[in-house]
């Protein structure tokens, strides 16, 4: 059986950036003297006293630049991946049955993750910029944080889900 072939080379680019951006998350811990704390820290801080305390050892190891730039491709990867599962999530809803429902899903979840991470990662940024902690900002951060990790599993795992479905169907989606 033929018909619409999935859209997903905005997906895979995402997944490109994604790989950068965790690389770049991570140099934070391996290149900052006597760093711990790294992008996933600053981002649950929930409190402004936690986010202080983050950005004040990040500024005596030496990697407060190197967060600016992992947090600007944070925005730029948040860009790639949802404007590609979205992508993808429609070429699929043009499917019948399971496939477009997974497309449904795929496409929401994209949208939901786009917005929650881009509000989670622009208010940290801000605080950084800032250098100093806001309780307000910190608090909507780590609650933007759960809810954007489930929907980009959902996008993820909805992907790879419709992708199966179309084997064992018997579609041809390559």
Avoid at 7 to 20: K, S
Avoid at 92 to 117: N, T
Avoid at 130 to 144: F, N, Q, V
Wanted: a positive charge; charged letters at 15%; one cysteine or more.
């Amino acid at each position: 059986m033929t018909g619409p072939k999935p859209d997903l080379r905005g997906w895979l680019w995402g997944l490109a950036a994604f790989g950068i951006v965790i690389a770049l998350s991570v140099s934070i811990t391996v290149f900052g003297d006597g760093v711990t704390w790294g992008i996933g820290e600053h981002q649950a801080a929930g409190s402004a006293a936690r986010v202080d305390e983050i950005q004040a050892q990040w500024r005596a190891g030496g990697v407060r630049n190197l967060a600016i730039v992992a947090m600007l491709g944070d925005l730029v990867f948040i860009g790639i991946y949802g404007w590609g599962s979205w992508r993808a999530g429609r070429s699929f809803m043009a499917m019948p049955g399971a496939l477009g429902l997974l497309g449904v899903l795929i496409a929401a979840s994209a949208v939901v993750f786009a917005l929650c991470d881009y509000t989670e990662t622009g208010l940290q940024l801000v605080q950084l910029l800032r250098e100093r902690g806001s309780d307000a900002m910190a608090a909507t951060a780590a609650a933007a944080r759960p809810i954007k990790s489930l929907a980009w599993l959902a996008s993820f795992f909805g992907v790879l889900a419709a992708l199966a479905i179309g084997r064992v169907g018997g579609r041809t989606l390559d």
